[in-house]
């Protein structure tokens, strides 16, 4: 080992399994699969966005423009495409919507750093000069939103119906921004300080299939979609007493397996009384305390159902947790685990009300903490996008009354944004300069891709809002069915600040630490290049080559 150190051979100190990537080949294979997961969610972005259909390896189908619900559907197996995914799940976190400009501005911040790391500039040069440029530009953000009234309907339903444009939910938005605004005005109260407080856990959202979406509708209350146990019970009460059970009021059974020898038909029926009687003994501790109504999580025997028609108690078995949680704010009641201790403090009140068409039972409380937003679809795949784009809405509309600030949106804000930085580049000094001027460049990457996905001229498109900029009109945007620059914030085409803010600071925290690898050290191989059937991102197709031709690079 000695001799072979004497000429010059290096030490190996990895397995042959492992995968070293150094330099400028870690670079670009870094931003490369970055922008590779970028480039999937960009034909998605605006009012005129495409769709994806996703299908996992179960054969089950979605269908979605929706940023983080593609990204964490497809099934991606590439460490950095990963770091960039995250972006999009702290984007749906703390801003609800706004997920695929988050991306793209991320994977254009990459795709800008990778030309300054052509030209030698030093990647911290670059870091430092991005994240000098997203301070700015969240102070520019603050400096150009509008103060607005919590209580002005017109404006938050602009808000919603901006969220839901391009999206399942657009053909019927005024509708549905009707219903999204007073759901959150009726789960908003203000603190000791005066501060608006949206609470979405008093919020829930039903959806049903087989009719209109323009049939959806908001409920003060909580909605069970199960039948009675049994026909001969009543199907609704009004100012009923309501018990919220998580028991089976089913015989016990013994916890360990047991064998009884019957040697006497009498002795079987002794037996088949004795679990006759426990049945009856539960039946009656609810009837002793007056409860009219029952929604049960657990099972409920077929013995048990009979007692419990006869003394005319309504009942649902199998009922979701979730549901038990929700009915118990609305009645104001407990959720009880055993009926030998229950009181009658723990039921609830409230008017049950059956829906025979719909096969729903409605619950309202007297003073309901509880609403529900019941959503309609002709089919699932139409449903389940349509609450996609109604949880973004409402998320919005909620950050909107909390925050208080808005913006203009149409690509407004980030040509706005872009025109502020690179006069805030001026007075940066070294090569930082370049990066903030990068940064600005990133952000104008927002309205060519909505012209883009509008089928419009994107360089036309930009060349007018940078000259309506010029003339000092912050609020020009791009109004996609128009083709026309633009007052979008007077079109009612509005975003909450905060979504914003969150946008670029999530996006250059990670194109940051995507710059900062120099060095990747893999366990094992580095290919994403799986075959045509496999794999990471749709158009991540060079990232399987370089992983493929790594090995020569240890």
Request: glycine fraction near 8%.
């Amino acid at each position: 080992m000695s001799q072979r150190m004497q000429q010059g051979q290096p030490m190996i100190v990895m397995s042959e399994d492992s995968q070293r990537v150094k330099d400028k080949d870690a670079q670009d294979y870094n931003i490369s699969a970055a922008r590779a997961v970028a480039e999937s969610v960009k034909s998605t972005l605006g009012p005129k966005g495409m769709d994806k259909m996703l299908v996992d390896s179960m054969g089950s189908v979605t269908i979605t423009n929706d940023g983080v619900t593609i990204l964490q559907e497809m099934d991606i197996d590439n460490p950095t495409a990963e770091m960039i995914i995250e972006v999009a799940e702290t984007q749906e976190d703390e801003a609800g919507d706004g997920t695929t400009t988050a991306v793209s501005i991320a994977g254009e911040l990459l795709k800008n750093a990778e030309d300054l790391l052509e030209q030698d500039i030093h990647p911290t040069a670059i870091i430092k000069g991005f994240h000098m440029a997203s301070e700015q530009a969240r102070e520019e953000i603050n400096d150009i939103a509008v103060d607005v009234d919590t209580e002005d309907e017109d404006l938050l339903r602009s808000v919603a119906e901006t969220s839901m444009t391009g999206k399942g939910t657009e053909v019927n938005k005024e509708h549905l921004a009707e219903l999204i605004v007073e759901a959150v005005r009726q789960v908003t109260v203000e603190d000791d300080e005066g501060n608006n407080v949206v609470d979405l856990e008093f919020l829930n959202i039903e959806t049903q299939t087989g009719r209109g979406v323009s049939e959806s509708d908001l409920l003060e209350g909580g909605i069970i979609d199960k039948d009675p146990v049994h026909d001969n019970m009543p199907t609704s009460a009004e100012d009923a007493d309501i018990l919220l059970l998580n028991e089976p009021i089913e015989v016990e059974e013994t916890d360990i397996d047991t064998e009884v020898s019957v040697t006497d038909p009498d002795q079987l029926q002794q037996f088949l009384d004795r679990e006759e009687e426990q049945l009856k003994e539960k039946v009656q501790q609810i009837a002793d305390l007056d409860a009219d109504v029952v929604f049960c999580q657990k099972g409920i025997d077929d013995l048990a159902q009979h007692y419990l028609a006869k003394e005319g108690i309504l009942a649902v078995r199998r009922a979701k947790k979730s549901d038990l949680e929700f009915l118990s704010e609305v009645v104001n009641a407990a959720i009880v685990s055993d009926l030998d201790s229950v009181s009658d403090e723990e039921l609830g009140h409230g008017d049950i009300i059956r829906d025979e068409e719909d096969e729903l039972f409605y619950v309202e409380g007297e003073d309901a903490h509880g609403v529900t937003l019941l959503l309609r679809g002709s089919t699932d795949h139409v449903v389940d996008e349509l609450e996609r784009g109604v949880n973004d809405a409402l998320d919005v509309v909620a950050q909107t009354v909390s925050d208080g600030r808005a913006l203009a949106g149409g690509g407004a804000i980030e040509v706005e944004l872009a025109s502020r930085l690179r006069d805030y580049a001026d007075s940066v000094s070294g090569r930082e300069q370049l990066a903030v001027e990068a940064f600005a460049d990133s952000l104008e990457l927002v309205p060519r891709v909505l012209a883009e996905n509008a089928g419009l001229d994107s360089i036309d498109t930009l060349v007018d809002l940078r000259a309506a900029h010029d003339d000092g009109d912050v609020e020009a945007g791009l109004n996609v069915f128009t083709g026309n620059v633009e007052d979008t914030y007077d079109a009612g085409v509005v975003e909450p600040a905060h979504a914003k803010e969150q946008a670029v600071t999530s996006a250059a925290e990670a194109a940051n630490l995507v710059l900062k690898i120099d060095d990747i050290i893999s366990a094992g191989d580095l290919s994403t290049d799986k075959g045509d059937d496999e794999g990471g991102a749709p158009g991540a197709g060079g990232m399987g080559g370089m992983g493929g031709g790594m090995g020569g690079m240890m």
